[in-house]
């Protein structure tokens, strides 16, 4: 009889290849997904950016806030919210 000689270091060529194939489609969708849940593909608008003035005014009945715009981007007032409040002072008296 005779004996069938085998190499058995190409045997596993196929699978490790497989394996490989696998991993790297793996992977290529793991990053198309983190880039996309990342922000890559964003389609937000950027927060305006400005400069104001703001001064309590205290003369007359009631108190008021001014606010003056002194450059920057423009800002949509029917976006914008303020929110404040106000805690009365009183200063001490002389003796």
């Given at each position: ?24 489609v ?59 409040y ?10």
């Amino acid at each position: 009889m005779e004996k069938k000689h085998r190499d058995l270091s190409l045997e596993a060529v196929s699978p490790v290849i497989g394996v490989m194939l696998m991993l790297v489609v793996t992977i290529i969708i793991a990053a198309a997904v983190s880039a996309y849940a990342g922000g890559m593909v964003s389609d937000q608008e950027e927060t305006p950016t400005a400069q104001l003035d703001v001064q309590l005014k205290t003369e007359g009945t009631y108190p008021k806030l001014v606010f003056t715009h002194l450059g920057g981007d423009s800002l949509d007032t029917s976006e914008l919210k303020i929110i404040t409040y106000f805690r009365q002072y009183d200063r001490p008296q002389r003796l």
